[in-house]
């Protein structure tokens, strides 16, 4: 009989426990359903969110870390989250991972554009000088300039001072 | 009933005729629109998500609170702002060390969570609020022998724990506003599978895309009923780029209008196809304004 050579890094697996979103994952017992239903699974060999979860919970997830990693190709559906029978919710696992990844500014650059742009302008999506004509000939007001400040403000990591 | 509006920004900013379309079909069901100042993006729940799934939390929050200064619940009109501030709402209200943190953020600006408002998506509320019957009231047009491909999308259902629109093994509310206007509905094929927008790789995108167009089009539908803004640019210029791409070789040049719901209801309470935007669309309605006697 071959001795098991799984070694799981409760240190590492702790880490992604902190990150919002990822601390049911250990009672993810690998039954597979979020593999069932899961589009990327379907349409994408090798994207396999059982066995995501599985490198999860045994704290070896740094190869998820590096750019363009597999986490990438998830549709954000939803589906696991639906079927998972011990509320894991995989799919915010996976964004857990990705905020590691961000972290580690390995995510795409798409999520810094698009988060730099929410923050600066208040909208997603850019605002082009067609938008404000279109929106006349439609009969509806023009978009106003969104006033930030707030937002940033609330989005300042917390510092030594004002953590109390 | 009056409702504050939060429009989100693919709507406002890509799609302003759907915009249009809300504001000129609502009102006539008894829904006051109450425009409130200080919204920002929900955050969306794929970019700013996955950047800071917590600032995208404490943001959403912040969206939240202005929706409680006036007072007023919010209806949305797009599923990733549904999904946001509904997935917000739920942990805040859940977790009541999340919401002590929040609140420690909020605090800064003089703002608190309390826990005070809904978020509704507008077809639930056009469901369970207003009704059938007086959306039918509204109907001068009714698209008669109109067959509409429903496609759901992900977000407006999924997941339930916190969505509350629907079954999403077996949703109906789309299905039910349509009947209302007179259309017939069908169910596709691949009516569950997500349209593929938010995977960050192009060909799998589009082979989720193409797989859901293949399926609609076997139906001989007349058009594609569409809730989802995201799903919608898959399906309308995402539609164009696949044909494109393949250059028609396989014979598929058939192509299918997705048209979002608000569309088809401004129709059929009598307004023109450009007061909707329809003419505003990559690809056009044909088949149903046939059918309705219109021209685009």
Redesign the interface.
Same mark, same amino acid.
């Given at each position: 009989m071959k001795e098991s050579k799984i070694e799981v890094n409760f240190d590492k697996k702790r880490e992604l426990e902190q990150v919002l979103g990822a601390d049911q994952v250990s009672y993810c017992y690998q039954c597979g359903a979020c593999v069932g239903d899961c589009p990327s699974a379907r349409f994408y060999e090798g994207f396999n969110p059982r066995e995501i979860m599985l490198k999860a919970l045994i704290g070896d997830f740094d190869e998820f870390l590096e750019p363009d990693s597999i986490i990438w190709k998830c549709s954000n559906c939803y589906n696991c989250y639906e079927r998972c029978p011990q509320d894991v919710r995989p799919v915010e696992v996976i964004i857990a991972l990705k905020n590691l990844a961000s972290q580690n500014k390995t995510s795409p650059k798409e999520i810094l554009e698009i988060t730099k742009r929410i923050k600066e302008t208040g909208y997603s999506v850019p605002l082009v000088s067609t938008t404000n004509r279109m929106r006349e000939e439609m009969g509806l007001p023009p978009l106003k300039k969104i006033d930030t400040s707030e937002l940033q403000e609330i989005l300042k990591p917390e510092t030594k001072a004002n953590k109390k | 009933m009056r409702m504050a509006f939060f429009p989100g920004?693919?709507i406002?900013?890509?799609y /302003?005729?759907m @915009?249009?379309a809300i504001?000129k079909t609502v009102p006539p069901l008894g829904i006051e629109i109450v425009d409130v100042e200080? #919204?920002?993006?929900c /955050?969306? $729940?794929?970019? #700013?998500?996955?950047?800071?799934?917590?600032?995208w939390?404490?943001?959403a929050a912040?969206n939240l609170c202005v929706a409680e200064e006036a007072g007023l619940d919010i209806f949305t009109i797009c599923s990733g702002c549904t @999904?946001t501030l509904s997935e917000a709402s739920y942990m805040l209200n859940e977790d009541s060390d999340?919401r002590k943190r929040v609140n420690k953020?909020?605090a800064?600006?003089g703002?608190q969570y309390k826990g005070t408002v809904k978020v509704k998506h507008l077809v639930t509320v056009l469901r369970d609020d207003i009704g059938v019957e007086k959306i039918k009231a509204t109907v001068k047009k009714p698209l008669k022998n109109v067959m509409v491909a429903v496609h759901y999308g992900?977000?407006l259902l999924?997941?339930?724990?916190f969505m509350r629109v629907d079954d $999403?093994d077996d949703p109906h509310v789309m299905d039910l506003l349509i009947r209302a206007i007179g259309a017939e509905t069908c169910k596709h094929k691949e009516w569950?599978?997500?349209c593929?927008r938010?995977?960050?790789?192009q060909s799998?995108r589009e082979?989720?895309t193409e797989?859901v167009l293949n399926s609609v089009k076997e139906m001989n539908a007349d058009c594609m009923g569409m809730i989802c803004p995201t799903c919608f640019s898959s399906f309308d210029l995402g539609q164009i780029m696949l044909t494109r791409k393949h250059k028609d070789e396989d014979g598929r040049g058939k192509m299918i209008s997705p048209v979002y719901y608000f569309q088809l209801l401004g129709l059929a309470q009598g307004l023109k196809p450009e007061e909707v935007?329809l003419n505003?669309h990559k690809i056009k309605l044909d088949s149903v304004l046939q059918k309705m006697n219109l021209e685009n």
């Amino acid at each position: 009989m071959k001795e098991s050579k799984i070694e799981v890094n409760f240190d590492k697996k702790r880490e992604l426990e902190q990150v919002l979103g990822a601390d049911q994952v250990s009672y993810c017992y690998q039954c597979g359903a979020c593999v069932g239903d899961c589009p990327s699974a379907r349409f994408y060999e090798g994207f396999n969110p059982r066995e995501i979860m599985l490198k999860a919970l045994i704290g070896d997830f740094d190869e998820f870390l590096e750019p363009d990693s597999i986490i990438w190709k998830c549709s954000n559906c939803y589906n696991c989250y639906e079927r998972c029978p011990q509320d894991v919710r995989p799919v915010e696992v996976i964004i857990a991972l990705k905020n590691l990844a961000s972290q580690n500014k390995t995510s795409p650059k798409e999520i810094l554009e698009i988060t730099k742009r929410i923050k600066e302008t208040g909208y997603s999506v850019p605002l082009v000088s067609t938008t404000n004509r279109m929106r006349e000939e439609m009969g509806l007001p023009p978009l106003k300039k969104i006033d930030t400040s707030e937002l940033q403000e609330i989005l300042k990591p917390e510092t030594k001072a004002n953590k109390k | 009933m009056r409702m504050a509006f939060f429009p989100g920004c693919m709507i406002p900013v890509k799609y /302003p005729y759907m @915009e249009a379309a809300i504001r000129k079909t609502v009102p006539p069901l008894g829904i006051e629109i109450v425009d409130v100042e200080g #919204f920002t993006c929900c /955050p969306d $729940p794929i970019h #700013f998500k996955a950047a800071d799934n917590f600032g995208w939390v404490t943001a959403a929050a912040r969206n939240l609170c202005v929706a409680e200064e006036a007072g007023l619940d919010i209806f949305t009109i797009c599923s990733g702002c549904t @999904e946001t501030l509904s997935e917000a709402s739920y942990m805040l209200n859940e977790d009541s060390d999340l919401r002590k943190r929040v609140n420690k953020r909020l605090a800064r600006v003089g703002k608190q969570y309390k826990g005070t408002v809904k978020v509704k998506h507008l077809v639930t509320v056009l469901r369970d609020d207003i009704g059938v019957e007086k959306i039918k009231a509204t109907v001068k047009k009714p698209l008669k022998n109109v067959m509409v491909a429903v496609h759901y999308g992900c977000h407006l259902l999924k997941p339930s724990t916190f969505m509350r629109v629907d079954d $999403p093994d077996d949703p109906h509310v789309m299905d039910l506003l349509i009947r209302a206007i007179g259309a017939e509905t069908c169910k596709h094929k691949e009516w569950y599978l997500c349209c593929g927008r938010a995977c960050f790789d192009q060909s799998l995108r589009e082979d989720m895309t193409e797989c859901v167009l293949n399926s609609v089009k076997e139906m001989n539908a007349d058009c594609m009923g569409m809730i989802c803004p995201t799903c919608f640019s898959s399906f309308d210029l995402g539609q164009i780029m696949l044909t494109r791409k393949h250059k028609d070789e396989d014979g598929r040049g058939k192509m299918i209008s997705p048209v979002y719901y608000f569309q088809l209801l401004g129709l059929a309470q009598g307004l023109k196809p450009e007061e909707v935007g329809l003419n505003r669309h990559k690809i056009k309605l044909d088949s149903v304004l046939q059918k309705m006697n219109l021209e685009n």
